[in-house]
């Protein structure tokens, strides 16, 4: 008849088994959720690019704008031209 610390020791070794294989199977789980969400960030991140190029597109490529005239949609009332040589004429309670 096999003793009672035979039964304890084997007892021991079975629960540390399945402790371990439970954490197994939890950091298993975790790697494939991990994946999981690489992938989909990737897919999103280049979702985004897209996006953004076809916002960007249109604006990344056109020159400044000209100053030699106000904007179309600006009131006349809006707009102050300043000369070169009015420039050094300013004080700072003129700003």
């Keep these: 008849m096999a003793s009672f610390q035979d ?5 021991l070794v079975g629960l540390f088994t399945f402790i371990v294989g439970m954490m197994w199977y939890d ?3 975790m790697k494939q959720d ?6 989909s960030n990737t897919e999103n991140k280049t979702r ?6 076809q916002v960007f597109k249109a604006t990344a490529y056109r020159g ?3 100053f030699d005239y106000p ?3 600006a009131k006349i009332q809006q707009v102050a031209i300043v000369n ?4 050094d004429y300013f004080d700072q309670e003129d700003i």
């Design 7 to 11: 039964f304890k020791d084997k007892a």
């Design 27 to 29: 950091i298993k789980e």
């Design 34 to 39: 991990i994946k999981t969400l690489v992938v």
């Design 48 to 53: 985004l690019d897209a996006l953004e190029r």
């Design 64 to 66: 400044p704008v000209p």
């Design 71 to 73: 904007p179309k949609e």
């Design 84 to 87: 070169k040589e009015e420039d």
